[in-house]
T-cell receptor, first 113, second 107 residues
Framework: NAGVTQTPKFQVLKTGQSMTLQCAQD?????MSWYRQDPGMGLRLIHY???????DQGEVPNGYNVSRSTTEDFPLRLLSAAPSQTSVYFC????????????FGDGTRLSIL | GENVEQHPSTLSVQEGDSAVIKCTYS??????FPWYKQELGKRPQLIID?????GEKKDQRIAVTLNKTAKHFSLHITETQPEDSAVYFC??????FGAGTTVTVRA
């Protein structure tokens, strides 16, 4: 049981590049979410999904897209990377409906130059 | 998400003493309040949670209390040990997290 798996663990991009952060969970959880973590600002919700085919915006969605074609996978796409998107990104999942994560992935450290 | 305030932002305690972190929330419809521990460079981990139909919950050296009337909930760590040093986050229903409390346990 791997839990929540994120790839890559580290990534450096140039401004304007696009990329996809991958997230997969093997617990059959309906609820999945993406957070970014910046120093002194805690965890901020980017996008979330309550089930396959359903996604919604969180607190800071601008510049990011998500899709949920299967229960297991919830990729986060950066459309045109900006230095302000330098952060640590966490994917999370939960079996409950209430939007609160039970399990987090190990995170992706993303630097935009 | 709703506004969740967390205090203090840093907390230094002597090993063996207790640590208390307090969070307040604004949406009275919130009914679930988890706490997470994040060690340096690691993922956040759910350590304890409480639902609005319960006033207190304990798990070994950690406990959480909830005051629905005042809309605040607290994390209590007793007999602190060096491995309790970490950042602790509270959260309330609808996805709002507190900004975190950095706890340092002095040997």
């Amino acid at each position: 049981n791997a839990g929540v798996t994120q790839t890559p663990k580290f990534q450096v991009l140039k401004t304007g590049q696009s990329m996809t952060l991958q997230c997969a969970q093997d617990m059959n959880h309906e609820y999945m979410s993406w957070y970014r973590q910046d120093p002194g600002m805690g965890l901020r919700l980017i996008h979330y999904s309550v089930g396959a085919g359903i996604t919604d915006q969180g607190e800071v969605p601008n510049g990011y897209n998500v899709s949920r074609s299967t229960t297991e996978d919830f990729p986060l796409r950066l459309l045109s990377a900006a230095p302000s998107q330098t952060s640590v990104y966490f994917c999370a999942s939960s079996s409950r409906k209430g939007n609160q994560p039970q399990h987090f992935g190990d995170g992706t450290r993303l630097s935009i130059l | 998400g709703e506004n969740v305030e967390q205090h203090p932002s840093t907390l230094s305690v002597q090993e063996g003493d207790s640590a208390v972190i307090k969070c307040t929330y604004s949406d009275s419809a919130s009914n679930y309040f988890p706490w997470y521990k994040q060690e340096l460079g690691k993922r956040p981990q759910l350590i304890i949670d409480i639902r609005s139909n319960v006033g207190e919950k304990k798990d070994q050296r950690i406990a959480v209390t909830l005051n629905k009337t005042a809309k605040h909930f607290s994390l209590h760590i007793t007999e602190t040990q060096p491995e309790d040093s970490a950042v602790y986050f509270c959260a309330a229903s609808n996805g709002g997290f507190g900004a975190g409390t950095t706890v340092t346990v002095r040997a």
